[in-house]
């Protein structure tokens, strides 16, 4: 269970993007962030868990296997915060751990690229969306392409070689021709990896609001089918592989931290309404920001992680987990059913898909015996595909087209 996933959450944004509902505060707006709180607050959260798996786990120091610093734009902070937090990360990794930033093009300076540099971050995904100013207006985004271009030069000039670009299709008003400029001007700069999603309408976003009203111009399915096709088909032309339905990559450049997530890995996650995931117990910091960075809210974790540890019930427990997450917030212990759930639909977005051997490891029974009669239905509808040289079922290419209608099926 050591060493275990790291995700770190800002909060801030310069501004927020007109479809975004993920936590995250506008910094230009009307309240003032006192962001050094926020970070203090960070660093502080860390330390406790360093000072949990101490104790806990009979000394045995807190590693991480891949780190990943998410928002919100990391890159709002200004440089000497951010390498103020990244000091602390960087005392539980060594060179070659995977450690991931999220970039807003519009926010990196020369400062936050030799920050990067110090505290030993090794790949930048930078939030691109569209080559098409007027596409990237219509999002709320805060940049135009040429800054994108500037930072993404700016990156490789200072060594950075594992970069991953998110590119979004289904914008309003977006052609199949502009998205095939976009994946163009993608493809000619060469990154290392490429995350494509497609537009999501999610609640509670100015998005959502425009299209209750009939205001919201969106592709039709049929020319979201002709984007996703053009993706797949662009992408492999261009030498990347694709490892799961949204991600595509050049050899042995896959997002580590994120194979972790669909493989059920365990991770913590710290920051304001981070969601953690240890030993099958699912658990959440508080989305209050001013309990988040209340001094006596930090005190009192620390007084109850203190009362866990004296139960002398080891890390490598889900008892541990489950003591502790009972103290956090929207706490789940996930059934065995949730389990297996969790590592068909998760696993099935993986390419490669999923081992019976594994399966049958975790969980004391067979692929066959709990999804027998799903498996051999798409089996025999050639929507999956069982290896012949190994012991994975994976989804075929018409599979992955339709994945949201096969991987329902998985759910018990
Ligand atoms: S920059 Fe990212 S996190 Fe911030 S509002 Fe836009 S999409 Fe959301």
Redesign the pocket.
């Known amino acids: 269970m050591n060493p275990i996933s790291l995700y770190v959450h800002i909060p801030f944004?310069v501004k927020?993007?007109l479809y975004?509902d993920?936590l995250?505060f506008p910094i230009g707006g009307r309240t003032v962030y006192n962001m050094e709180k926020y970070i203090d607050a960070l660093i502080n959260e860390l330390r406790l868990w360093e000072y949990a798996f101490q104790e806990s786990m009979a000394g045995e120091p807190l590693r991480f296997k891949s780190v990943f610093i998410g928002?919100?734009?990391p890159t709002c902070l200004p440089a000497e915060l951010l390498f103020k937090l990244g000091a602390e990360i960087k005392k539980f990794i060594s060179a070659d751990t995977e450690f991931n930033i999220e970039a807003?093009p519009g926010t990196i300076t020369d400062e936050h690229i030799e920050v990067f540099k110090k505290i030993l971050i090794n790949r930048v995904s930078l939030?691109l969306q569209s080559a098409n100013d007027n596409e990237l207006k219509c999002l709320g985004?805060i940049h135009s392409f040429n800054e994108f271009l500037n930072s993404f030069n700016k990156l490789r000039q200072s060594g950075f070689e594992n970069i991953n670009i998110d590119l979004m299709s289904d914008i309003p008003k977006q052609t199949v021709k502009s998205y095939e400029n976009t994946l163009k001007e993608v493809l000619n700069l060469s990154p290392e990896h490429i995350s494509a999603y497609s537009l999501i309408i999610e609640p509670g976003t100015p998005f959502e609001k425009l299209w209750d009203s009939g205001k919201l111009d969106i592709a039709d399915e049929e020319t979201d089918r002709k984007m996703y096709k053009l993706t797949k088909e662009m992408l492999k032309e261009y030498g990347y592989y694709r490892y799961e339905i949204s991600n595509y990559c050049k050899p042995r450049r896959e997002c580590i931290h994120n194979i972790s997530y669909w493989t059920g890995g365990n991770y913590l996650g710290i920051g304001l309404g981070a969601a953690s995931y240890v030993e099958g117990i699912r658990f959440c910091t508080t989305r209050d920001y001013n309990r988040y960075i209340n001094e006596n809210e930090q005190s009192l974790f620390l007084r109850q992680i203190c009362d866990v540890n004296s139960t002398k019930v080891c890390a490598a427990n889900s008892t541990y987990w489950k003591k502790i997450a009972e103290r956090r917030e929207e706490y789940t212990e996930l059934t065995l059913q949730n389990r297996m759930e969790e590592f068909m639909f998760l696993g099935l977005r993986l390419c490669k898909g999923v081992s019976q051997k594994e399966f049958y490891n975790r969980f004391g029974k067979t692929l066959l015996e709990i999804y027998g009669s799903t498996i051999e239905n798409f089996l025999q509808n050639n929507l999956l595909i069982e290896d012949a040289n190994s012991d994975r079922i994976y989804l075929s290419d018409r599979g992955i087209d339709i994945s949201n209608y096969i991987l329902s099926d998985f759910i018990l």
């Open positions: 944004c927020k993007c975004c993920f995250s928002g919100g734009t807003n939030g985004r």
